[in-house]
C-alpha cells in the first residue's frame, strides 16, 4: 500500500518570498491533516480537512497560510510571504477515522523540509 | 484541550525494558490515548492506541490506570533501532462540532546505548 506522498522534500527560499507544498494521501481517507514541525519541538496542527471541507484551522496563519483540498483528495499548503520563522517541517497526514471522540491511526508523510533564509 | 506531560529524555541499554510514563490528568471521558514514534527527517509513526486498562500489539504495550489520568508506553528489550522521539496524545473533542484535534507535546526523547 503507497503512503502518504509529499513534494517537494526540501525548500530553501528567502524572506518574502512564496512556496506551495503537495501532498497526496493514503486512497480512500478522508481525513486529511498539515502539521508544522519546528526543530526540537512537537508537529503542531496547521489544519485539518475531512473530503474537501475544513473541520479545524484554528491555528493556520491566516494572513500568510493557505490551504486547499480539491475533490477531496490531493491537498496544497502555500505561505506568502515566508518568514524567518516558518522555517520547519511541514508534514502531511491522513486518517480513515473522523468519528466524534475516537482517535484513528495517523499515516504520516516524511515531510517538507522549508528553510527561509 | 487536554494536555500532556512526558519527560524530555530517557537512556536505556539495550535488552532491556523501557517504560515512558505520560500525564494527563484533565482527560476527557471519551478522549484515547495514542502513542507515536518519530526517527529523524521522517514523519512520526502510530504505535498503539488504548483507552483504558491494558493493550498489547507486537511493538508495544500501553498501560492505563483507572483513572486515567495517566499511561505507560512499555518497549520490551529495546535495541539501537528504537533511539528515537516517543509522543503521547490524547484525542480532544474540539467545539463539539465533531471534530477532534491531536495535540503533540515535545515528546520522550529515548536514546538506546549498546
Known amino acids: 500500500e503507497a503512503g502518504v506522498a509529499q513534494s517537494p522534500r526540501y525548500k530553501i527560499i528567502e524572506k518574502r518570498q512564496s512556496v506551495a507544498f503537495w501532498c497526496n494521501p493514503i486512497?480512500?481517507?478522508?481525513?486529511l491533516y498539515w502539521y508544522q514541525q519546528i526543530l526540537g519541538q512537537g508537529p503542531k496542527l496547521l489544519i485539518q480537512?475531512?473530503?474537501?471541507?475544513?473541520?479545524?484551522d484554528s491555528q493556520l496563519p491566516k494572513d500568510r497560510f493557505s490551504a486547499e483540498r480539491l475533490k477531496g483528495v490531493d491537498s496544497t499548503l502555500k505561505i506568502q510571504p515566508a518568514k524567518l520563522e516558518d522555517s520547519a517541517v511541514y508534514l502531511c497526514a491522513s486518517s480513515l477515522v473522523n468519528r466524534v471522540y475516537e482517535v484513528g491511526e495517523l499515516f504520516f508523510g516524511e515531510g517538507s523540509r522549508l528553510t527561509v533564509l | 484541550l487536554a494536555k500532556t506531560t512526558q519527560p524530555i529524555s530517557m537512556d536505556s541499554y539495550e535488552g532491556q525494558e523501557v517504560n515512558i510514563t505520560c500525564s494527563h490528568n484533565?482527560?476527557?471521558?471519551?478522549?484515547?490515548i495514542t502513542w507515536y514514534q518519530q526517527f529523524p527527517s521522517q514523519g512520526p509513526r502510530f504505535i498503539i492506541q488504548?483507552?483504558?486498562t491494558k493493550v498489547t500489539n507486537e511493538v508495544a504495550s500501553l498501560f492505563i490506570p483507572a483513572d486515567r489520568k495517566s499511561s505507560t508506553l512499555s518497549l520490551p528489550r529495546v535495541s539501537l533501532s528504537d533511539t528515537a522521539v516517543y509522543y503521547c496524545l490524547v484525542g480532544d473533542v474540539y467545539s463539539g462540532a465533531g471534530s477532534y484535534q491531536l495535540t503533540f507535546g515535545k515528546g520522550t526523547k529515548l536514546s538506546v546505548i549498546p
Open positions: 488504548g483507552y483504558k
Open positions: 484533565n482527560i476527557a471521558t471519551n478522549d484515547y
Open positions: 480537512f475531512q473530503n474537501n471541507g475544513v473541520v479545524d
Open positions: 486512497s480512500g481517507h478522508a481525513t
